[in-house]
């Protein structure tokens, strides 16, 4: 099992940000070296099974090196059983990018967007989420 990982650049993310679907798209940004994210994607795993895919839309969007994607971008994703939509932001300049995400964001992973054009939500937290913290943001959007 290895799922497919579309590479995509700066204006394939910005069409994804541009969505006018309404539905609630999470995008996480992480990477494979960093702990907290890893720790962290177990939970998206988790609470993705429990919405429908018509109302909401988990993307994790890794920012490891394009150059490491078969050493090891792959593998951790075949290791862990991820079967979330995963890209890879082959973009290595994030100024390019960052201010499309949040303009006060510095670059620092784990990072979390929560977005829905139609109805004009956006949330983006800057930390580490845990399974409560995750359900609590996509509860209170979806009411909304």
Not at 29 to 50: D, L, M, R, S, Y
Not at 110 to 123: E, G, I, S, V, Y
Request: glycine share 2%.
């Amino acid at each position: 099992y290895t799922q497919e990982v579309k590479k995509i650049g700066k204006e394939e993310l910005k069409e994804m940000l541009e969505s006018s679907s309404d539905k609630l798209h999470i995008i996480n940004f992480w990477a494979t070296w960093c702990g907290p994210c890893v720790t962290e994607i177990p939970h998206f795993e988790k609470v993705a099974i429990e919405y429908s895919t018509d109302s909401v839309e988990f993307i994790l969007a890794s920012l490891d090196f394009p150059s490491q994607y078969e050493s090891r971008l792959l593998p951790f994703i075949k290791n862990h059983k991820l079967s979330l939509r995963i890209v890879l932001i082959e973009e290595l300049d994030y100024d390019l990018w960052m201010n499309f995400i949040d303009p006060l964001w510095q670059g620092n992973i784990p990072a979390t967007l929560f977005f829905n054009n139609a109805k004009n939500q956006r949330l983006f937290l800057n930390k580490a989420l845990d399974e409560t913290e995750l359900r609590s943001a996509i509860e209170t959007l979806l009411r909304e």
